[in-house]
């Protein structure tokens, strides 16, 4: 078996670690296969209801893609290349972007390249202030191909965007977070407690329900606002005759839901 990929389940949360030390936890095609069979098994486990996606090591969340590897790609030509490396990222990328489960990058250390836009697919994202990320493509004379030419600019903006892959600049977790890549910066202490606090408050609601508003988020951003609606609404159908949203309503005319989510009603998980 591949130890490319680590795994760890604990209280309903699984800790995917990508584990290449050596090289960084650069993606070679061992690991992006190996972390989408382990994604294929996490969605039909019951028994897990997040999942927490970090680097081994003290420096790198992910280098990027494995250069040394595509380049062989590359040098077989056009074909070899766009279907073991182009097309096998964005495979990767877009089961971790419509995963129906919440995925959480935990971001350590250095997010370059395909680990950047790991970061860009995944649902949430917590970053030690020892991280760094980049879009360093151009200069290997070649556009990110993992998604980065798209999500990226849907998250940060065109220009913003554009800066950033046009120079290949490395920059810091307080503007991934501005930019809205990633949504808190942390001690590096504090990385992996507070990846499992997030993951934690989310398990506290229906799965049902977080799996409805991933699907309706997902699908809609790439649609009008009116054909994202029709989605939406899709969503709140497939709720209607769960027990998850009858039990919720039930215990909120019964005024045992105050302030806080209700803790306990979806206690699968713990």
């Known amino acids: 078996m591949s130890n490319t990929v680590l795994i760890e389940i604990s209280e309903g949360i699984a800790v995917l670690t990508l584990n290449r030390v050596e090289k960084l936890n650069a993606l070679n095609y061992e690991l992006i296969d190996r972390l989408l069979s382990l994604l294929d098994a ?98 290997l004379g070649m556009p990110p191909t993992f998604g980065g030419t798209q999500r990226l600019p849907r998250l940060a903006g065109r220009k913003r965007a554009l800066e950033l892959l046009l120079t290949g600049e490395d920059f810091s977790p307080d503007r991934a977070r501005d930019m809205g890549l990633i949504n808190q910066v942390v001690t590096h202490e504090d990385l992996m407690p507070a990846a499992r606090d997030l993951a934690r408050r989310i398990m506290g609601y229906s799965p049902l329900a977080v799996r409805a508003i991933i699907t309706a988020v997902t699908r809609g951003l790439n649609m009008s606002i009116a054909e994202g609606l029709l989605v939406e609404s899709e969503q709140f159908a497939l709720m209607v005759p769960t027990d998850d949203l009858s039990d919720a309503l039930a215990a909120w005319k019964g005024r045992r839901i105050h302030e806080d989510p209700p803790r306990g009603t979806f206690s699968r998980y713990y």
């Open 42 to 139: 996490i969605e039909v486990n019951d028994k897990i209801g997040a999942v927490i996606l970090t680097g081994a090591g003290e420096r790198a969340f992910s280098a990027g893609g494995d250069i040394h590897e595509f380049s062989e790609s590359v040098a077989r030509g056009i074909n070899p290349a766009v279907r073991d490396f182009v097309r096998r990222g964005q495979r990767l990328t877009a089961r971790l972007e419509a995963f129906p489960k919440p995925v959480i990058a935990a971001v350590n250390g250095i997010a370059y390249g395909g680990g950047c836009e790991i970061t860009e697919a995944v649902h949430l994202a917590v970053a030690s202030e020892r991280a760094r990320f980049a879009k360093p493509e151009i200069k």
